[in-house]
Nanobody
Framework: QFQLVESGGGLVQAGGSLRLSCDAS????????IGWFRQAPGKGREGGSL????????RYADFAKGRFTTTRGNAGYTVYLQMNKLTPEDTAAYYC?????????????????WGQGTQVTVSS
C-alpha cells in the first residue's frame, strides 16, 4: 500500500527556514506527481508546489515562488520542501500528496494519497 509520511515541521521565527520531508513507502511509480499543500487555521487548503517524478518538472503557487523549493532525494523515495524567508502567514499544517496519474495540477481531487500533515508555526 502506497503511503506518505511528512516530517520536519516545527516552530521557527519569522525570516527563518524549515525543510519538510515527505517519505513514500509501498508501490511507487515514476509518473507520480507529489504536491505540497497547506491549511491555515480557519482557511481552506491550498496547493504550494508540485514535483513530477517523471521528469522533475516543478510548479509553485504565487506565495511559494522565490521562497519554497521542492526536490527529490537521491534515493528517490523522499520529496523535500525547503521553505525560506518564512512569515507568520506561512503558519499552517503542511501536507504532501500524490497524484498517481501525473496530472500536474493543484486540483486536490487529482491527489488520491495524502500524508497526515506536519505543523509549521512561524512566530513574529
Amino acid at each position: 500500500q502506497f503511503q506518505l509520511v511528512e516530517s520536519g515541521g516545527g516552530l521557527v521565527q519569522a525570516g527563518g527556514s524549515l525543510r519538510l520531508s515527505c517519505d513514500a513507502s509501498g508501490f511507487f511509480f515514476q509518473n507520480y506527481v507529489i504536491g505540497w499543500f497547506r491549511q491555515a487555521p480557519g482557511k481552506g487548503r491550498e496547493g504550494g508546489s508540485l514535483l513530477s517524478l517523471a521528469d522533475s518538472s516543478v510548479r509553485y503557487a504565487d506565495f511559494a515562488k522565490g521562497r519554497f523549493t521542492t526536490t527529490r532525494g537521491n534515493a528517490g523515495y523522499t520529496v523535500y520542501l525547503q521553505m525560506n524567508k518564512l512569515t507568520p502567514e506561512d503558519t499552517a499544517a503542511y501536507y504532501c500528496a500524490a497524484d498517481l496519474y501525473g496530472h500536474f495540477t493543484f486540483d486536490e481531487d487529482k491527489f488520491s494519497t495524502w500524508g497526515q500533515g506536519t505543523q509549521v508555526t512561524v512566530s513574529s
